[in-house]
């Protein structure tokens, strides 16, 4: 029996998400964000967006189409370092690696979804667009499984502290300043919580005094002391061989760091 199926994107969203550390596993509404979906021309797709707009969210179904491989035990980036069942968590890792994310529903324009904050990266294809419905989707009194007592654990405030080293801080206000780049705001938060070394949260010892996190395109280079923690120095999470080589056309923020280099060598 032939198992296989076949699906055709309806569209693509647009976001300024280039890079997975950007797009929070559950991303805050607090701050105002903008995203596009625009469904695909020449499809019959208009008539189809008839009557959305009365709808303040809307479910969207998609593809993680960077991921190429799975587990059947994964670590989750939240909570302690303990392998939960793939099936029990969100992992982007799947055998069909779907993706369901809720959004706000901010406009209809022809073909055009405007929505609000989304954990997409830019360039997702879109599978499928249902109605956010709160009387058939919502379930407040639901278990959540081992990921409640995590909930409980993130509700007790930060244990550590994050501080930044002059150089650190030059560094991260020259990315904002001249590239619109700051991660501090994810960063703050991944370290206040558990600075310790994490394959999901990309956190490595660097020699035996220092560490090393990920932050999409870049890195963060910090030391332990009790409960504070020191960021020392950021650094490009690629190296100029990398850069310079044009046939590698999708590595985000190349021209940033390649100006980043000419100020901090580092490799």
Partial sequence: MDHSLTLQPIGFIRTRKQVKFQ??????????????????????????????????????????????????????????????GLFATRSPHRPNPLGLTPVQLLGVDGRKLILGACDLVDGTPIFDIKPYIAAYDAFPDAGGGWTDEVEAALNVPPQFSVCLSPLAETQAEWLRANWQIDFRPRLFELLTRDPTPH??????????????????????????????VNVLSLETGYPPRFLNNLKLDDLPDREAQ??????WPQW
């Avoid at 709808?55 to 998609?62: A, K």
């Avoid at 660097?206 to 280079?221: H, L, M, P, S, T």
């Avoid at 390649?258 to 100020?263: D, G, I, S, T, V």
Wanted: aromatic fraction near 12%; hydrophobic fraction near 40%; glycine fraction near 8%.
């Fill in 258 to 263: 390649l100006a980043y280099l000419k100020l």
């Fill in 23 to 84: 797009a929070l596993h559950q991303p805050s509404e607090v701050e105002p964000e903008r995203n596009i979906l625009e469904l695909l021309p020449d499809c019959g797709y208009e008539p189809a967006l008839q009557d959305l707009a009365g709808f303040s969210r809307v479910w969207l179904l998609w593809w993680f189409h960077r991921n190429k491989t799975w587990r059947p035990l994964v670590l989750p980036p939240r909570g302690p370092t303990q392998r939960r």
């Fill in 199 to 228: 394959r999901t949260r990309r956190i490595r010892r660097r020699g035996d005094a220092k560490f090393v996190i990920g932050c999409g395109a870049w890195r963060a280079v910090f030391s332990v002391a009790g409960k504070t």
